[in-house]
C-alpha cells in the first residue's frame, strides 16, 4: 500500500538551542571571550541541528533564513541597508559590529542593563535601535528606522547563504523572508508626519534581487511572512500589498510565494491576501479557526492554503482527532496537492523540547507541547491527511487520550474556585465609595505632605542579590542564610529610604526572582519549567510561567515580608503585588476556557493577598499592571471586550478593602491617550506613570480626562544610567503642575530600580527629594 503524506511545514523554529546555546555564544562574543569565527561557527551548527531535527521528525517544508543571530526584523533592515547615519555604515556587506550596535548599542551596554520588561538602556556612545513588541507576543524587535528620500541596497546575503548552506547539507528548503510592506509599517520615521509605506517602490527592486538570487540557486518556494494582514489595515496599505506582489509575480514568473499570515484572522482583508498573485496562502487556524470556511470557499482554485492548526503561540498539546474532522473536509474540497499543515505562526514562540523536562507532573506534560513535540503532531496530521488515520491510529489515539484526561483532570478543575467565581457580585468589583470621600479618609489618615514621594517597589538586584539567590536555588545556601541576607538587604534599603526623606516605602524586592514568576510560584494553578525559553529579545529568553489549571491562593505570597519591612519604619511601607492582567498576559494560558475567565480566578487570589496585607496593618497596597496595555488586542474592534475583562479584574482584586486603605497601581508607559477611560475605571487611589522621557507631554490623556485620581508622573528616567539633576526633576513637576492638580501629584521615578546601580540610585533619589521640597515651597 503506497502511504503518502500531505505537506508540513513549521514556518520558522526557535534559534536558541535547546541549551541556550546561542545566548551563550553571543556573551562570550560581546565580553570578547570568544571570536567571530566561533559565534558563526555555533550559528551555524544550532542551524544544521535544526534542520536536521526537522528532517528527522517528518517536516517537509523546511524554513530557511528563519535562523537570526538577533532578529529577523534587524536583519531585514541590514539586507536592504537600512542602516542609519550613527551606525556609520559606508556601503558593502554590513559588518557583525555594525548589526551589534544596531542591536545593542555600540559601547558595552549589556544585557543585564535594560528593564525587565524589554526596554533599552541607551547608555553612552552610539545608541541601539529602539525595540518594541512583535504584535501580540511577548517576543521584541528592533524597530527600522527610515528618512524620507531614504534609499535601499542590498547589503546583506543572509538569506541567499543560508539557503546554499542548507542545500549543500542536503536540504531543499523554503526560505523565509519578512514582507516588504509589514516591514515598511513595522518601522518608523524621526519625522513622525512621514509616512514609510511612501517608500515601497524603492524597497521592491532589493526584495527582487534577493528573490531572483534564491530561485537562481534552487529555491522553488519562498516564504514572505505579512502578519500586517490580520491588523487594520486602510487603502493605502492594502494598495501597498496589491502593488508588491503584481511586481514580485511580474519579475519572477516562476518563484513560488507561500504568504504567510498569522496572529489572528485575515477578516476584512480576506479579500485583498486572496486577490494577491501568489501561489499559497498560509491563515493562522488557531486563533481564528473560524476563518477555515470563508478561506477554503473563497480561495482561488490552485492556490495552495497552508493550514495553522497547531498552535504556535501556546504550549498545550493538540487533540489530533479532532482537528483532523475539522480540516479533512477542505483537505476533500481543495485536493491533497494544494493543501500544506502548519503551526499557526513560527514555533520561534514556544519552548524547545518538553522531552528536558524531567521534573514536571507526568500528567502535566502530557498535555503539553513544545517546538519539537508540535513538529511530530504535525507530521502525524499529514500522514492522517495523507495515508489515512489508521497510518498513525496510535499517536491519534495517545493525543485524544491526553485531551480527555485533561479535560477531566481534577488537577486543572476546583470546584472551590468554580464556586468562588460564579459567587462574585457587582459589590465586589467595587470600593466602598467614590474616589472623592476616599481621598478625603486617606488624606485625614495619612497626613503626607503635599506632593508626596515614593518610588515603584524594586531596588537595584545587585549582582550579590543575584548570586544569593541562585547559590540558594542551587543549595549551597540554606534558607536560613539566604533569608537573614535578605533581611539584611530590606533593612538596609528601608533605613535608607527614611534617611533621604522618601514619605512612603517600599521593600525592596530582593527576595522576588520576576515580578511574574514570583506569585506564579506560590499560586495553585500554575506550573513552571527548568528549560522552558522562549526569546524576548536579542539574548534575553524568558521562561513563562505556565497557567494550567483553576487559580487559588493556598497561603499569604508577600504579608511576611511586609510585615517585616513595615516593622523598620514608621512611615507607610506599600504592599506590593503583581496584578492579575499582568500575571495572565506574561504567562501561558491554558486554552480551555477563556482568558477573561482564568484572569477573574487570579484576580480571586490576589484579592485573597490584598485582603490579607490589610488585615496585617497594610494602609498602601500597590497592585502593578505592567502589561495591561500590551495586553490589547490586534483589533480595535476587540480593544472594549478586553478592556472591559481586564479592568474588572484589576477592580475584583482591589476592591475588598476599606476607604482609608490606598491602592496604587503602577504601569510601564505613558501613551494612554486610547485607554484612558479603562484607566479611569480601574479607581485606583495612586497611579504611577512612565513620563520623564515625553517631557510630560502624555499627561495630556490625563487632563483631557479630567482624571479624578492621584497620579505620580515619573521624573526620573531609570531605563538610563543618567542621574537627573534638581532642576531636571523640578522642571518636570512644574510641566505636570500645567496639566494637573497640586493635589493630585505624586512623586516617583518612571520605573522599578532593579535594573539599576545604586550608585546611580542614590544620587537620583536625593535629588528627587530635594525637588519635591523646591515644589512644596513655590506651590505655597
Ligand atoms: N514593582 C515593580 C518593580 O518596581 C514594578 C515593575 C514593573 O512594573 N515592570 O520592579
Ligand atoms: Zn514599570
Known sequence: MTHSTIPVATLGTPRIGPRRELKIALESYWSGKSNEAALLETAAALRS?????????????????????????????????????????????????????MARGAQGVSSEEACAHGHHDHGHGVPAQEMTKWFDTNYHYMVPEFVPGQTFELASFKPVDEYRDAKALGYQTRPVLLGPVTFLRLGKSKDPAFDPLSLLGNLLPVYIDVLRRLGANGAEWVQIDEPCLVLDLDAAARDALRRAYATFAHALPRLKIMLATYFGALGDNLDTALSLPVAGLHVDLARAPEQIEAVSEKAPQGLVLSLGVIDGR???????????????????????????????????????????????????????????????????????????????????????????????????????????????TAAMVKRGSPFASRAATQRARFNLPAFPTTTIGSFPQTAEVRKARSAHAKGALDDAAYERFLREETERTVLWQEEIGLDVLVHGEFERNDMVQYFGEQLAGFAFTKHGWVQSYGSRYVRPPILFGDVSRPKPMTVAWWTYAQSLTKKPMKGMLTGPVT???????????????????????????????????????????????????????????????????????????????????????????????????????????????????????????????????????????????????TDLLSRARQRLDDSQIWINPDCGLKTRKWEEVKPALVNMVAAARQIRAVAN
Not at 51 to 66: E, F, H, M
Open 49 to 101: 541541528a535544526n534542520w536536521a531535527r526537522q528532517k528527522a521528525l517528518g517536516v517537509s517544508v523546511i524554513p530557511s533564513n528563519d535562523f537570526s543571530l538577533y532578529d529577523q526584523v534587524l536583519d531585514t533592515s541590514v539586507m536592504v541597508g537600512a542602516i542609519p547615519k550613527i551606525y556609520g555604515w559606508t556601503g558593502g556587506t554590513v559588518s557583525l559590529d555594525t548589526y551589534f550596535a
Open 583 to 729: 500575571i495572565l498576559n506574561w504567562s501561558f494560558v491554558r486554552d480551555d476556557v477563556p482568558r477573561s475567565a482564568a484572569c477573574r480566578q487570579i484576580a480571586l487570589a490576589i484579592r485573597d493577598e490584598v485582603g490579607d496585607l490589610e488585615k496585617a496593618g497594610a494602609a498602601m497596597i500597590q497592585i502593578d499592571e505592567a502589561a495591561l496595555r500590551e495586553g490589547l488586542p490586534l483589533r480595535t474592534s476587540q480593544w472594549k471586550t478586553y478592556l472591559d475583562w481586564a479592568v474588572e479584574s484589576f477592580r475584583l482584586c482591589a476592591s475588598g478593602v476599606a476607604d482609608e486603605t490606598q491602592i496604587h497601581t503602577h504601569m510601564c508607559y505613558s501613551e494612554f491617550n486610547d485607554i484612558i477611560d479603562a484607566i479611569g475605571a480601574m479607581d485606583a487611589d495612586v497611579i504611577s506613570i512612565e513620563t520623564s522621557r515625553s517631557k510630560m507631554e502624555l499627561l495630556d490623556a490625563f487632563t483631557t480626562y479630567k482624571y479624578p485620581n492621584e497620579i505620580g508622573p515619573g521624573v526620573y528616567d531609570i531605563h538610563s544610567p543618567r542621574v537627573p539633576d534638581v532642576v531636571e526633576m
Open 314 to 424: 501556546n504550549i498545550w498539546r493538540a487533540n489530533l482527532p479532532a482537528l483532523l474532522d475539522r480540516v479533512e473536509r477542505v483537505v476533500t474540497r481543495r485536493g491533497t496537492d494544494h493543501i500544506q499543515i502548519a503551526p499557526s505562526c513560527s514555533l520561534l514562540h514556544v519552548p524547545i523540547d518538553l522531552d528536558l523536562e524531567s521534573d514536571l507532573d507526568p500528567d502535566l506534560k502530557s498535555w503539553l507541547s513544545f517546538s519539537v513535540q508540535k513538529m511530530d503532531e504535525l507530521a502525524t496530521l499529514g500522514a492522517a491527511l495523507g495515508g489515512g488515520r489508521d497510518s498513525v491510529r496510535d499517536k491519534l489515539q495517545a493525543s485524544a487520550d491526553a485531551a480527555a484526561a485533561r479535560k477531566a483532570s481534577p488537577k486543572v478543575h476546583d470546584a472551590a474556585v468554580a464556586a468562588r467565581v460564579a459567587a462574585v
